[in-house]
């Protein structure tokens, strides 16, 4: 009993001797790569209509959730196997095991954890009352669904499930924008340090077309093309718009580089058009 109770003392459940002495009689326990100790049924796609990325920091989940950057309607982040599986440190037999969530939803609930810890249920856009969350509340600015982050079963997303992302996440723009006009009238000498608190108000006034004077260094002078209607900068000589190029001014359009010598129209000419000036 004596020498018994000195080994365990000497060799504990973590220490290195126990891990060498279990690892050769049972390799399965610590082989990780295995597909047949866990089969994954199937995946939880998380996909993305945000303007940007967002780090997350999850038992199951730790690193940057993509957002859209070269246009795209939608992006996927991430895919949650199901059911999903974490490495933990093992006390029995010492090393590391791979645990499983038993529950048929398991992978769901994770991929909801991942995007709003807040929330509870098996509905990604369920909204708390008042009471539930406090209750429930972990932290706050945690809730990625109502970004435009979403949980689905499928690998490319049905259109509804994006039009209900995009209707989430224009939602909260909108009162993100509504915010920063008010935090302008009522405490105009923080607005500085809001805006560097919210940076999505720049790409939601972006999204909805809204001109306002504290997105820019400085304000800009907005006119009607002349050409084509739009609402351009004052002082132009040409810009972009649904039909294509509209010139104001062919010259310095051309002097730009922007329009070449063939496409300015004989009645927009100048004298010396085209001309090379002697070195």
């Known amino acids: 009993m004596a020498a018994n109770a000195t080994i365990k003392q000497t060799h504990g459940f973590t220490d290195q001797l126990t891990q060498g002495l279990m690892r050769p009689q049972n390799p399965d326990m610590y082989d990780t790569n295995m597909p ?52 933990a440190p093992d006390a029995e037999r010492g090393g590391k ?55 689905s079963l499928n690998q490319v997303p049905t259109e509804a499930e994006l039009l209900k992302a995009e209707a989430a996440r224009d939602a909260t723009w909108q009162a993100l924008i509504d915010e920063a006009f008010q935090e302008q009238a009522s405490n105009p000498q923080n607005l500085r340090n809001w805006l560097r608190a919210h940076p999505d108000v720049y790409d939601a006034v972006a999204a909805f077309g809204i001109e306002a004077d504290f997105i820019t260094k400085k304000a800009v002078v907005k006119q009607e093309c002349p050409n084509c209607g739009s609402s351009i900068k004052a002082g132009i000589a040409f810009h972009m718009y649904e039909g294509g190029l509209c010139v104001l001014d062919w010259r310095r359009a051309y002097e730009s580089g922007r329009v070449k010598k063939e496409d300015v129209p004989p009645g927009k000419r100048w004298q010396g058009f085209g001309k090379v000036e002697p070195v």
């Open 97 to 151: 095991r791979v645990e499983v969530e038993p529950r048929d939803n398991a992978g769901w609930r994770v991929a909801i954890d991942i995007l709003n810890p807040n929330n509870p249920t098996d509905d990604p856009y369920f909204k708390l009352d008042a009471k539930s969350a406090a209750f429930y509340s972990i932290g706050q600015n945690v809730d990625l669904i109502k970004q435009g982050l979403f949980p």
């Open 36 to 87: 047949r100790m866990y089969p994954i049924h199937r995946h939880i796609y998380i996909h993305s209509v945000a303007k940007r990325d967002f780090d997350v920091r999850h038992v199951y989940f730790r690193g940057a959730l993509a957002g859209c950057h070269n246009g795209e309607r939608y992006v996927t982040c991430y895919a949650v196997p199901d059911p999903p599986q974490q490495i």
